[in-house]
Structure formats: structure tokens, C-alpha cells
């Protein structure tokens, strides 16, 4: 049973202490792209906000003080009806495209369920953000965007839904896979959905409309279409992304591509996901154009035009990381199975004359576009295998070349614990026979550090012990050479 008032962050308290024109806020989905920025937003705004989500420590080292971080599942009505009681508003940001299945099953169960908790609790209002798209052929991501929403009408609990377009910002899915199609192909063979009308929405218009939804007067449940300033292509985001990037670069329109081959194409010059790239393709053939200006009425929000909007991703994505990525959001739970007997290890460790703090310093930059300190040939050519099994690969990369934080994708790792100067665990992500972790951990030693380093892999089944002990040789070299190029730099 998740119960909230005992939280992993933040005070229970500070419901009871807040200013009269605050509200207890619940928000889901604060390990995800928007709604982590949108914690940020609500954080700046000083609104009392409590996180429920399946894996708190990847939100806690981003929880403000008054923010309080639940452990609850959105499939666990019970326990998820204890975690809203007392909420004034819950924003629901969940969605299940990325993983394996029936997302759209999936879905559908977690909003049902939601409706049910949110009504047992008492909460007033429930801001939902789905997807723009109108009559006709929908594709699967955009029909279940719009179930989810009238589940959550059909609710007692008022819901504001709003129907985003194309979601313009760094580290948004839509600009990610436009910036790195232009940064690495100078000749781009572009299919029909290149021209599918739409029409973009900066990420920072879209947390103004979902702030703002605080503050709307109660007339029941509404839909509310939102878009930017202009209505273009895909094919003009790219030629507006490479203007501002000074490139120069040529399209080549054929009459059809496949969505499973463009979703194929994009997963080996991109960094999405094969299955998030063909669900991401069969979408944009719908145009995502707003036909119902209500919000323009409703709200004194004036989106900006597609050059702004571009404009203040590039140069967010020039700090060298983004707040949050699309790819934050990710299936799975992040523990490890509680049998240890089960797992297999190599574990090993140096001692290194140096404080903890130096010692840590070289295991903190590890990944992205430092490396992984020993063979990296064969951790990029573990990456392409991974890419062409519909894997992520290496190409995420890392938000930031110096700091980490619990719940950051750093190539085809996560990670799942984060401590300064003590402790890294990376949990994978690359397509396996099974479950890995890679950690290291430093620890004060006769006026030194002691740098343990290890790898545990979970097998499943057969398979997963084959593929253990196949490559046995290759991880001895490569965990060996790693553990001693870090001692070298500390």
C-alpha cells in the first residue's frame, strides 16, 4: 500500500503551511520529458506538489523543498486513491508508448484506473495532456491518446484535456529526431509524411497551458486543441533547424516509405527507439492542426511562431544538456531482483592514492562523448548491434559532461543511484538475455580510495547464461582495462 505521508522527499507538512492561493498538487509522469519540466515549472511557481511515481529515486534528487515524492502505481487503485487523497488538482502525463505489448491496453487500464482513484480521493480537477489529431485514418498512438482522455471525462472528477501538436523543445521527441536527421544527413531521402501538416508548439507554451489550467474557472470537462503560431511541415522544421544551424541541405521526396521502414531508418540515424520510431511515424502522417480556437479564448496564452520555438531549443540544447529528455521515460522498474544467488558477478577493485572526491571524478564523466575508458571500438560496435536489434544503442549519449543525476539516460544505461564522490549504478538498457547493472562505489582507505567496480547480470534462462559466458572474455578484458584507465586518471 503507497501511503503519502511517508514520503522520500520533501514534508507532509507543507501542505498544511501553504499560502492561500496555493493547491495541493498530485503529478504523474515527473520522470517523463513534460512532466519533468512541468515539476520544475511548478517548483519555480512555489506550489506544493507531491510526485507519484513507480521509481522515486529518480525524482528525488530533483524535489524542491515543500515537494513531497510518493512511491504509487497508476495500475493499483488502492494504494493509488491513498496517494491522492487531500489533492486539489492531479495532472495525468502517463502514457505506455515505449513499451513492449499493447501500450494502448495498457493505457487504457491506467486511466480507468486513475478516474477511479481520483474520484475516491476528492480531487477536484484532473489536467490531462494528449495528442492533436482529428476525423479519419488516426494511428494507434493518437486513437489511444483520445481514449485516454474521454476515460478520464467519463469520470466525476472535471477533467481538462488538452491536444497538443508537434511538441517543439530540447530533448522533446519531435525536435531530438529533426535535429539529428539534419545534423547527420547532408541528403535526406524523405517519404509523404516529411509533408504532413502540423502545427509545432513550444514546450514552453505547453507548460503555460498547463499551469495555467490551475487557475480556470469550473465549467465541467473540456477539450482544449493546442498549437503554435504556424502551420508547416516536417519537411520545413528541418530546412528552419538547419537555417539556424547554418547547414545546407538536400531533400529528396520518393512516393512512400513504409512506417516500420522509416521507424527502422530513423532508429539507425536517430536516437529513438525502433518501436517508439515506428509508433512515432504512423502518427505523423496525421495532420495536427487546430481547428478549435477555445483555447485562445480561454487562456491568455499567445503561443510563438516555429523560428522562436526552434531558436530556444538550439540554444538550450547548447548548454550541452536539456532539463529533461523523451527518453527519461522509461518501462520498467528500476530494482534489481531480490535474489542474488541468481546473479552473476564480476567484482573488482583498486586502491588509488588519492581523496574520494578525485578518485570519483573520472567514474562521474563516464559515457557520452568521453567514452568508457577501455575498448571503446567494441562498446560502439555493441551499440550498432543493439541499434539494429531495435535497441537505443549509444547514441543518447549523456545530458551533461560533468554531473549525473538518479533517473539520466548516459548511452544505453540508466541511472538508477547517484551519490557525489560515492556511488554510481548504471541499470541497462541495451536489448539483453536478461537484466545488467554496472557500479562503482569509492570508499575511504588508508589515506586513499578503494574503487570497486562491479558488473552483475541477471540471466534469463538459457539464452541469458550463453550469452554470459560466450562473451566471458571480451567483459573480463574490458571491465579489467576500465577499472585501470579509471584508477590512472583519478
Not at 47 to 70: D, I
Not at 244 to 250: C, F, K
Not at 442 to 451: A, K
Request: proline letters at 6%; charged letters at 25%; glycine letters at 10%.
Amino acid at each position: 500500500m503507497c501511503v503519502w505521508g511517508s514520503p522520500v522527499a520533501g514534508s507532509p507538512t507543507a501542505a498544511a503551511t501553504r499560502m492561500p492561493n496555493q493547491r495541493d498538487i498530485a503529478l504523474t509522469g515527473a520522470t517523463g520529458y513534460v512532466g519533468g519540466r512541468l515539476l520544475e515549472r511548478l517548483q519555480e511557481l512555489e506550489q506544493p506538489v507531491r510526485c507519484l511515481t513507480r521509481s522515486p529515486g529518480r525524482v528525488s534528487g530533483r524535489a524542491a523543498p515543500g515537494t513531497v515524492v510518493v512511491a504509487a502505481d497508476v495500475l493499483d487503485t488502492e494504494a493509488l486513491a491513498g496517494a491522492l487523497e487531500g489533492a486539489d488538482v492531479a495532472y495525468y502525463l502517463v502514457h505506455s508508448m515505449g513499451s513492449p505489448g499493447s501500450f494502448a491496453d495498457i493505457d487504457r487500464r491506467a486511466a480507468s484506473s486513475f478516474a477511479t482513484a481520483a474520484a475516491r480521493a476528492g480531487v477536484r480537477r484532473i489536467v490531462y495532456l494528449g495528442g492533436l489529431g482529428h476525423e479519419g485514418r488516426l494511428s494507434d498512438h493518437l486513437v489511444s491518446r483520445h481514449e485516454v482522455g474521454a476515460i478520464l471525462r467519463r469520470g466525476p472528477v472535471e477533467t481538462i484535456e488538452f491536444r497538443a501538436s508537434v511538441i517543439i523543445g530540447s530533448g522533446s521527441l519531435s525536435f531530438e529526431m529533426v535535429r539529428a536527421l539534419v545534423d547527420r544527413l547532408p541528403v535526406m531521402i524523405t517519404p509523404r509524411w516529411v509533408r504532413t501538416a502540423a502545427q509545432p508548439i513550444a514546450i514552453d507554451d505547453v507548460l503555460d497551458y498547463l499551469t495555467a489550467a490551475l487557475d480556470l474557472p469550473a465549467a465541467g470537462s473540456r477539450v482544449y486543441e493546442i498549437g503554435g503560431a504556424d502551420v508547416v511541415t516536417y519537411g520545413d522544421l528541418m530546412h528552419e533547424y538547419a537555417a539556424q544551424r547554418g547547414l545546407r541541405r538536400r531533400m529528396i521526396s520518393v512516393p512512400v516509405l513504409t512506417p516500420r521502414l522509416s521507424g527502422l531508418w530513423l532508429s539507425l540515424v536517430t536516437p529513438l527507439y525502433a518501436r517508439v520510431g515506428r509508433k512515432l511515424i504512423d502518427g505523423v502522417q496525421n495532420e495536427t492542426i487546430v481547428r478549435d480556437d477555445a483555447a485562445l479564448h480561454d487562456f491568455p496564452i499567445r503561443p510563438r511562431g516555429v523560428r522562436d520555438a526552434v531558436a530556444r531549443a538550439i540554444a538550450c540544447e547548447d548548454r550541452t544538456f536539456a532539463p529533461t529528455r523523451w527518453s527519461d521515460a522509461a518501462a520498467g522498474a528500476a530494482d534489481a531482483p531480490g535474489d542474488a544467488r541468481a546473479s552473476l558477478v564480476d567484482s573488482r577493485s583498486a586502491w588509488v592514492p588519492a581523496p574520494p572526491d578525485r578518485a570519483f571524478a573520472p567514474i562521474r564523466r563516464i559515457g557520452g562523448a568521453t567514452g568508457w575508458y577501455a575498448l571503446n571500438g567494441l562498446w560502439h560496435a555493441r551499440g550498432l548491434i543493439d541499434q539494429l536489434a531495435g535497441g537505443v544503442g549509444l547514441r543518447r549519449g549523456r545530458r551533461d559532461p560533468e554531473h549525473l543525476a538518479a533517473g539520466d539516460t548516459l548511452d544505453f544505461w540508466r541511472v538508477e543511484r547517484y551519490e557525489p564522490d560515492r556511488l554510481l549504478r548504471l541499470q541497462a538498457e541495451m536489448r539483453l538475455p536478461g537484466r545488467a547493472w554496472l557500479e562503482f562505489e569509492t570508499t575511504p582507505e588508508r589515506g586513499g580510495t578503494r574503487i570497486r567496480q562491479t558488473a552483475r547480470f541477471y540471466p534469463s534462462g538459457v539464452a541469458g547464461r550463453l550469452y554470459w559466458y560466450g562473451l566471458l572474455p571480451i567483459h573480463l578484458a574490458i571491465f579489467r582495462r576500465m577499472l585501470r584507465s579509471i584508477a590512472d586518471r583519478t
